[in-house]
């Protein structure tokens, strides 16, 4: 799936008015409404602690919202849904070290009742897909962090998730291998036509894999700008990361989130809400 | 194996130089005659054992250890799964195992023969009691300790509680339990010698107290000997049971990079 095959009127998630107060009193989401489109790339980008983690849980039925709601095809998330998938920043507490990677990638398999045949042939495509099938009979501890996202990844990609949920899931690695990871992202998205729902903190990250960064506020966390990113298609870290509109759209977000993050600056402001600003 | 002689050779060396040095002060008439050569209780032991007399002990007592270590462990780990899982059973069951838990077992000795005389039924029960507490202090911490992120993990793919308990909570646990156990094992045998020497009419704590007052003191000596040999023994095997059976635990990792 290209970005060209996404049907704007194919939207997979409603999400609207979405709050989350925690049982303390503090608020962590305020009054959040986006749509994704089918094979969407969509990223939310904020300051730390705007609540990023605590809006994908919220997403995928971790959590539940105090308010609003989160339509999946129509349907109304009240646990965990099959379809959506998290994909966690801490790689090494979500693998299981008793498992290897091939039965850490078949782990969610089972509820599935497929054919053990079947089950093989979900694994070894998954691990193929993220470039570990020679590690299936490893352990995640004996793998490099970069390797242990990538099983997380396989993971999600073996159990058929349409949509996955990305917190952060690449902040813990170097450099070289963030760039790998984010190029995994993009290529699974392409080949399984899976819809990326990503958090981070990463400015460049954002605008290098997004069709559309939405930029968060500090907590409580409100959308206050949508930006549809216009760069071509496929993306490539050398040639993307120096045209022109991907250096106009970086220095766009890095001056929201400056002026965000100015405490003089009221960010409150409605008028901002959810304003459409494209950057052809 | 160079590695593993290397690592073997310290500690065996000291214990040599000790047992010499032991016997050279016993020799020369320094220490009292409370304490003979160890030679000479290496004479016994090797006695003891040759006829019979010690080494029938060491299957009955062995056979006590067995069935309340057992017992012990299947029981704690119930109860410690039962609490670490259900909030409910915590709250309610929490101080009473503070409570009881510093309780010297020794101490219950008196009240155990009161409730169930002085016939193997009370041993069991004294070995059963004491060996309890570290098993469920250590399954509870096991429990407890498994990682929030991993139950999300589970919930997320749509895992039921059951299947959370079985595929996640217990193989989490079990670096929790397997110390429990080791430890455990230990403090079974240490308690079971004690009632065997208190009010055991068998076992190798019961030839310890007869031989103390026979004045028999080599003998004696072997038997502690004995029982700590024993002791060791079962704390090894148990070590290495547990890091085969929690081998992707970070310690189990250290210990076989260092072979």
Known sequence: MTPQDIDARDVVLQVSGLQKRYRQGHLAIERLSFDVRRGEFVTFVGPSGAGKTTLLKTICGLLEPTAGRVLLDGRLVTAPPPEMVLVFQDYARSLFPWLTVAANVSFPLRKKRLAAGEKTVLVDEALTAVGLAAFA???????????????????????RSEILLLDEPFASVDALTRADLEDLTLRLRAEFGITMLLVTHDIDEAVYLSDRVFVLSPPPARVVREIAVALPQPREQVRTRSDPTFLALRKQVH????KLSDPVTDVAEPAITNERTHAR | MKRRLAAWAPPAAFVVAVTLAVEALARSGLLTRHVPPPSAIFVALWRELANGSLSSQIGVTLATWAVAFVTAVALAIVVGLLMGTIPLMYDALSTLVDLLRPVPSVSLIPLAVLFFGLGPQMRLVMIVYASFWPMLINTLYGVRSVDPLALDTARNFGLSRLDTLARVVLPASLAGIATGVRVSASLALAVTVTVELVVGDSGIGHYIAQAEQSNRIAPMYAAIVLSGLIGWLINAAFSQLEARVVFWSPASRRSAEAL
């Open chain 1, 255 to 258: 001056e929201l989130i400056g």
């Open chain 1, 137 to 159: 009979g490893h352990y995640p501890w004996q793998l490099s962090g970069g390797m242990q996202q990538r099983v997380a990844i396989a993971r999600a990609v073996a159990f």
